[in-house]
């Protein structure tokens, strides 16, 4: 079994699903539909520029790379914030429930996923063709 996530390009909107890139890759390619390029991260598909990843000037890619992934942190770590304080003041949320997750998160991945991903799935991360096959517009 393969497992996918869905992505959706914040540039154009184009709806596609992806393997489950190993914990902690940074993942970054053009989207297939309008060729803008995104970065996926912690199952997210952030934009980025590509003027600014074109551009050959070190110091500017890391800066942007950076910048996109240090506000996507931010966001997170400031949900988690907000889990923690809403918990700590309303009595009736003494369990940590999925009910209390935010939105943006998707389920963690299990050591079971990862090990097949690994075994399974892993050698095929880099071939073109099957990236196209996957990330292609969902026509639904």
Same mark, same amino acid.
């Given at each position: ?7 959706? &390009? +914040? $540039? &154009? ?16 390619? +053009? &989207?297939?539909?309008? *060729? ?5 991260? &912690? ?11 074109? /551009? ?7 800066? $942007? ?8 942190? !931010?966001? !997170?770590?400031?949900?988690? #914030? ?7 003041? /309303?009595?009736? /949320?003494?369990?940590?429930?999925? #009910? *209390?997750?935010?939105?943006? !998160?998707? #389920?963690?991945? #299990?050591? /079971?996923?990862?090990? $097949? ?14 990236? !196209?096959?996957?990330?292609?517009? *969902?026509? $639904?």
């Amino acid at each position: 079994m393969i497992n996918l996530i869905d992505v959706q &390009c +914040p $540039h &154009c909107g184009a709806n596609g699903q992806i393997m489950f890139p190993p914990i902690g890759a940074i993942i970054i390619g +053009p &989207c297939p539909q309008c *060729n803008e390029y995104v970065v996926i991260f &912690c199952g997210q598909c952030l934009a980025v520029d590509k003027k600014i990843l074109n /551009s050959g000037q070190r110091k500017a890619i890391e800066e $942007h790379l950076f910048m996109v992934l240090s506000d996507f942190i !931010r966001d !997170r770590v400031e949900d988690i #914030t907000n889990d923690i304080v809403g918990s700590e003041n /309303s009595a009736s /949320s003494e369990q940590n429930d999925s #009910t *209390n997750l935010p939105s943006k !998160r998707k #389920t963690a991945i #299990t050591e /079971s996923d990862f090990m $097949h991903f690994v075994q399974s799935e892993l050698n095929s991360v880099d071939d073109p063709q099957a990236f !196209r096959d996957i990330f292609k517009k *969902n026509d $639904h």
